[in-house]
């Protein structure tokens, strides 16, 4: 068998909808700054992100309110950075607004 938490479900930051864990990208706050935390070893604090485009939009454009689960508000700038790398480790290269996919 699996690990035991091999199905644990979390509420995406984007959609709000819940869903797999494994089905998303986590972001942690890493000194007080949001991060993505590709290999889920930071402790404390996360929030997680569908790997979609319109979660990532949806993350980017909400009012600045501190998200529930990371216990701190997370400003505009730090959350385009958070996308970009999320989406530049998932599709390719992020240069200004455009997405140069590995390979291509
Ligand atoms: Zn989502």
């Not at 216990?71 to 290269?93: H, Q």
Request: net charge positive; hydrophobic share 40%; with cysteine.
């Amino acid at each position: 068998m699996s690990k035991r938490n091999h199905n644990a479900v979390r509420t995406c930051l984007g959609c709000a909808e819940r869903d797999l864990k494994r089905a998303m990208v986590r972001v942690a706050l890493v000194g007080g700054v949001a991060t993505v935390d590709a290999a889920q070893r930071h402790a404390g604090r996360g929030g997680y992100l569908h790997r979609s485009l319109p979660c990532l939009e949806r993350f980017e454009r909400h009012r600045l309110k501190p998200f529930r689960s990371l216990k701190s508000p997370v400003g505009m700038a730090e959350r385009r950075r958070i996308t970009e790398t999320i989406k530049a480790g998932w599709l390719g290269t992020v240069r200004g607004d455009k997405i140069i996919v590995n390979g291509a």
